[in-house]
């Protein structure tokens, strides 16, 4: 991927807003896992890597590094690699125009803010460089007007990033989530939650 210029990458991120069009449907994601596990079974019953149906090498490589700042592999479970969000995020930007543009837009914005400051795109940046970039566009609401198209971004890149690892078997153990099991006795609400809610049960 050629170098991009500021004005370049603004233009294809405000040409499809990010936060609006990279927002997806419950069914979508459903179909993105599908395909990302199945594929990731392929592989690696073949013993080959992801060959990206969307992303340019350079841009598939971007999408691991952010996806990993952003859930990292600690000591309850993998990270977002491990659990194949990069496919996921693969797949869902499979034949929706409007979404390819914010998407790509959106990665070629942050590799200029990464030249811009330190005179290199985001992959050859170190990781301290890189986590201070994404401190400075996490958070909308604190970014300085400058960078509001490249929070715009990263805040729906996260989001992305977030339904691709919670929703899949790593994420849901992650969670501990004790849903869809057999309850013999329900005794209501623990008081500890209540209480921490300000309601209570009507008598």
């Not at 179909?31 to 990302?36: D, K, P």
């Not at 309850?76 to 194949?84: F, I, L, M, P, V």
């Not at 985001?122 to 400058?146: T, V």
């Not at 715009?152 to 992650?174: E, K, N, P, V, Y």
Request: with cysteine; glycine share 6%.
């Amino acid at each position: 991927m050629k170098s991009i210029s500021r004005r370049a990458a603004l233009k294809l991120v405000g040409a499809a807003p990010a936060a609006a069009v990279m927002a997806w449907t419950p069914a979508e994601a459903e179909w993105a896992h599908e395909q990302s596990q199945q594929v990731r079974r392929d592989i690696a019953a073949r013993g080959v890597t992801y060959t990206p149906k969307f992303f340019t090498p350079h841009e598939y490589a971007m999408v691991g590094v952010l996806v990993d700042l952003i859930i990292p592999r600690d000591e309850r479970s993998g990270s977002a690699t491990d659990a194949g969000v990069p496919e996921f995020i693969d797949f869902m930007m499979v034949d929706d125009p409007a979404r390819q543009t914010a998407m790509r837009g959106g990665l070629a914005l942050v590799d200029r803010l990464c030249e811009q400051r330190f005179a290199q795109r985001l992959l050859e940046c170190s990781d301290g460089d890189r986590r201070r970039l994404l401190d400075d566009i996490a958070f909308p609401a604190r970014a300085p007007q400058s960078l509001s198209q490249a929070s715009a971004f990263f805040s729906s890149f996260r989001d992305l990033t977030a339904s691709g690892f919670w929703t899949t078997q790593m994420g849901i153990a992650d969670l501990q989530y004790q849903g869809n099991s057999f309850v013999r006795e329900w005794n209501g609400c623990p008081q500890p939650a209540l209480d921490k809610l300000n309601v209570k049960y009507e008598r």
